[in-house]
């Protein structure tokens, strides 16, 4: 059953210059003067009307109380990311909290891959913060790369069992297996995969700590029909589970947003 | 709930594992290293064929032979990650000092036998006499570690750079150097150059591999892009 649609475009502008956040400084580290680790196991909220002066900030997503404390929420607050002199992302302000699924669009080069990166640790971001609410992110929240590879000289099962060992939890991983279609394959070696395999393998390692935030770029590239029905059954258990921000421009997957917005 | 220290072990032991899976199906560290230190045994035997060679140029030779196919081989275990673009599995799971341990271990792993199988190839072919055995293996194990720890700091600091396999080398070089002397000193002494300090290299070499062991995850936390 197609979740019901709230869905809310905002067109995201570049905007206002974000105050430069300086790596060495004490404020790249710090926030709201308590430590903060590169991840920013933090939470918060905050609301701005969405669209209204455009050329100064993307609206909200979910207009909240300021302060308040929710579980399972993303705080993206003035966000910017630079490469060299070329700003990718500037002043982007949303905030998501559990059962939300954030659509990114936008041409190439916009900078979805990029914003799913900086909200999930990888990149750092040039300006602005980004929250989440987790208490463990190797478990809590998972990233589902389009161009992360895996190990080439591992087994399906191998991945797994790997992935179990350095989060530090147990899993049932003849489960994961089974749900991403993958029994046939578990003893084959990631390098002697099809793409649409592999792409089961990543997905599997994204669901298998059962994350409470799941990022995902471009969910259906390289899979089949079998493939589709996969990534609609994990969005919908991912949304009972948590939250999901899913970069793709495909209509079929655009509808299982709750929120969109477009990247510019 | 598992204890700290055992989850410690377990991550540790599985990035170990890993690398122990991949380079078991591939080989292509430890055949890089060997071939590196057969061929140069026997281009040192090619070249000394009709002389007889004394112990410090012995040990010398030795010694480069080990340092380099070590600084080639060694780093790729991180610099790979980058390349092969599956070092963000690491960086989204594992903890940064869990993943320098375990590349680290499997690197002195492997050095071990690389080191064991070039010495008894650099013995037999070259025709060295060993005055002092004990020495000898001792300058031998002591150098495989910290050899090993050492290539591995400088891979694990390179491996964010775009140009990580020349800064690997950049890195390394200077730390090797020490080791270089301490090990030719100790090796000399055990194949019958008389030099007092000679003991003292084992120990010395022991002590960097400690050094560079205890820093490493430090260091390589820091520079963790996660």
């Given amino acids: 059953m197609t979740p019901p649609l709230r869905r809310q475009t905002t067109n995201y502008r570049l905007a206002r210059n974000s105050e430069f956040c300086d790596p060495l400084g004490r404020k790249y580290w710090t926030i709201q003067g308590s430590s903060l680790d590169t991840r920013c196991d933090h939470l918060a909220t905050f609301c701005d009307p969405p ?29 910017g990311k630079k490469y060299g ?3 990718i992302l500037r ?7 559990a059962g939300d699924c954030l659509i990114v669009t936008g041409k190439n080069g916009a900078g979805k891959s990029t914003l799913l990166k900086v909200l999930s640790g990888l990149e750092r971001p040039t300006a602005g913060t980004v929250k989440t609410e987790t208490t463990n992110y190797r478990t809590e929240l998972s990233y589902c790369a389009l161009e992360q590879a895996t190990f080439a000289n591992l087994t399906v099962a191998e991945h797994l069992e790997l992935a179990a060992k350095i989060r530090g939890i147990e899993t049932d991983d003849k489960k994961t297996i089974l749900e991403c279609g993958l029994e046939e394959h578990k003893d084959v ?32 590239v390289a899979l089949d029909g079998a493939g589709k029905v996969l990534i609609e059954r994990v969005i919908g258990e991912q949304k009972q589970r948590g939250l999901l921000v899913i970069a793709t421009n495909d209509p079929d997957e655009r509808r299982f947003g709750t929120h969109e917005i477009e990247l510019a | 709930m598992k204890s700290n220290w055992h989850s410690w072990q377990t991550e540790i032991y599985a990035v170990f594992q890993k690398e122990w899976r991949s380079e078991s199906r591939s080989l292509s560290g430890i055949m890089t290293t060997a071939l590196l230190c057969l061929v140069s045994v026997v ?34 275990t991180f610099l790979q990650e980058e390349d092969s673009r599956t070092a ?44 002092n055995v004990g020495l000898f ?40 150097i020490f080791l270089i002397n301490l090990g030719v000193t100790g090796t000399a002494t055990s194949l019958g150059e008389f030099l007092k300090s000679g003991e003292n290299g084992a120990i010395g070499m022991i002590a960097y591999a400690f050094a560079t062991c205890s820093i490493g995850p430090v260091v390589y936390s820091k520079i963790w892009k996660g």
């Fill in chain 1, 51 to 79: 669209g209204q002066n455009p050329g100064e900030t993307l609206g909200s997503l979910a207009p909240r109380p300021p302060g308040a404390i929710l579980k399972d929420v993303i705080e993206v607050n003035g966000l």
């Fill in chain 1, 85 to 87: 002199s070329r700003w």
């Fill in chain 1, 91 to 97: 002043d982007l302000t949303f905030s998501l909290s």
């Fill in chain 1, 189 to 220: 070696q990631s390098q002697y995969l099809s793409s649409g395999l592999r792409s089961r393998l990543k997905i599997a390692l994204a669901i298998q700590s059962r994350p409470k935030i799941l990022l995902w770029d471009e969910p259906g």
């Fill in chain 2, 43 to 76: 281009i040192v035997n090619s070249i000394t064929w009709t002389t007889s060679i004394n112990p410090m140029i012995a040990s010398g030779m030795y010694w480069m032979i080990l340092v380099f196919s070590a600084s080639i081989s060694l780093p790729r």
């Fill in chain 2, 88 to 131: 963000d599995f690491w960086r989204l799971m594992a903890r940064p000092e869990a993943v320098y341990w375990g590349k680290a271990l499997f690197n002195i792993a492997q050095m071990l036998l690389a080191t064991t199988l070039m010495s008894i190839a650099f013995l037999v072919i070259v025709k060295v006499h060993v005055e």
């Fill in chain 2, 137 to 176: 293996i001792a300058m031998a194990f002591a150098g495989a570690v910290s050899i090993a720890s050492t290539v591995t700091l400088a891979g694990a600091i390179a491996s964010p750079a775009s140009s990580r396999y020349a800064l690997s080398t950049a890195i390394s070089a200077p730390l090797l």
